[in-house]
């Protein structure tokens, strides 16, 4: 684990790859679920909500491995923009006591890596 954290660059660009696969697999199921009416399929709602909150997930993903790859900071907005989007997911997949606990657990976690960020980037300089 310590080797991959070492080489930042590497793990960022296979992340930024894993995104970009969860992205395509997302907008092609996303799709499917779209056109299935017109074929005779029964309209999901749910399950359009579901591969639409996959796709959201999959571009905050892209979004941090893209700016930790280039070394840049991320900010605190786009921080909170990606803890929104995972609070929403766990909102839509889980049910009320657990999707609760998993957004203020989330919460944690952002505030976290934010201010371990800030004391890497200081540390940097």
């Known amino acids: 684990m310590k080797k991959l954290l070492e080489n930042k660059e590497q793990f960022y660009g ?3 790859a894993l995104a970009n696969l969860f992205l395509i697999f997302s907008v092609i199921m996303f799709c499917i679920y779209l056109v299935a009416p017109l074929f ?3 309209p999901s709602v749910s399950a359009l909500m579901h591969y639409t909150s996959w796709i959201i ?3 905050g993903i892209r979004l941090v491995s893209q700016k930790g790859r280039k070394g840049l900071k991320i900010r605190a907005h786009e921080y909170s923009i990606l803890c929104l ?3 929403l997911n766990f909102i839509i997949w889980f049910r009320y006591p657990i999707n609760i606990v998993l957004g203020m657990l989330s919460v944690v976690v952002t505030v976290i890596s934010y201010r371990a960020q800030n004391r890497r980037m ?3 300089l």
């Open 14 to 16: 296979q992340l930024y």
């Open 40 to 42: 005779g399929g029964k």
């Open 57 to 59: 997930l999959a571009l």
């Open 85 to 87: 989007a995972t609070i």
């Open 122 to 124: 200081k540390k940097d």
